[in-house]
């Protein structure tokens, strides 16, 4: 018999709990269903999920807190639900590292094409394309750290970073000297239901490349190669602190 994926749903409303477990129950999923932060870690040391579905409005740590505190600890897939549906909630969220976000009042059938959406996304990438679990990434003189996601130049400045930019950055980190798609580099940072960012993907790039100090005309660090995509041509030491 096949392994039945395990989804963890965080929401302090009683009935969409009620509701979203019985139907992913009868869809074949695993339900743990729980109301709050406090409730989310316990039930995350219980047992790992395959997938979180996590409300933004929430009694005491919000979903956008709980979300960068459980990006910064793991890589399970997170899709946010909202009963705001305004474009900058959604940006924001995935900004810290969700991989959808569904608004409120939301039809069960949606959310489940979701669900298995960004599973089958988590698990589409080659074992290849998977970035190893580093603390520090170092190139060119620069130094990334991982955990507190500091960019610093090589003459000792921190350099700030979105976490669009970061996450855009540590998906080059994990692949130095290979042709990245477009498409790839989504799959490696973000949703691929994220039009905002599939849009502007190559205006990210840019940002990045500004931030590394780059020459807009003559990278030398995030090279473009015309027809596929970008490769990261300086070489990586990825390690400890």
């Not at 897939?77 to 939301?106: C, H, N, S």
């Not at 976490?163 to 692949?175: M, P, Q, S, V, Y």
């Not at 205006?203 to 027809?227: C, M, N």
């Amino acid at each position: 018999m096949a392994k039945q994926d395990h989804i963890l749903v965080v929401d302090d409303d009683a009935e969409i709990r009620g509701l979203l477990r019985e139907y992913l129950q009868k869809n074949g999923y695993r339900v743990t269903a729980v109301a709050d932060g406090r409730e989310m870690w316990a039930a995350l040391s219980a047992a790992a999920p395959d997938l979180v579905v996590l409300d933004l409005m929430l009694p005491g740590d919000d979903g956008l807190s709980l979300c960068r505190a459980l990006r910064a600890r793991s890589g399970v897939p997170v899709i946010m639900l909202t009963a705001r549906g305004e474009e900058t909630d959604r940006i924001v969220g995935l900004e810290l590292g969700a991989d959808d976000y569904v608004a409120k009042p939301f039809n069960p059938r949606k959310l489940l094409a979701r669900v298995r959406s960004v599973l089958r996304r988590a698990r589409s990438l080659p074992g290849n394309l998977e970035p190893e679990e580093v603390s520090a990434f170092r190139f060119a003189g620069w130094t990334l750290d991982v955990a507190t996601r500091n960019l610093t130049s090589p003459d000792g400045v921190v350099v700030p970073l979105s976490g669009t930019e970061f996450k855009l950055l540590r998906a080059f980190l994990g692949h130095p000297n290979r042709v990245l798609t477009r498409d790839q580099l989504i799959d490696l940072m973000l949703s691929r239901d994220a039009a905002p960012f599939d849009r502007a993907i190559d205006v990210q790039v840019s940002r990045l490349r500004h931030r590394l100090r780059e020459d807009a005309k003559e990278p030398a660090i995030i090279k473009t190669v015309r027809g596929q995509g970008y490769v990261f041509s300086a070489q990586v030491d990825a390690g400890n602190r």
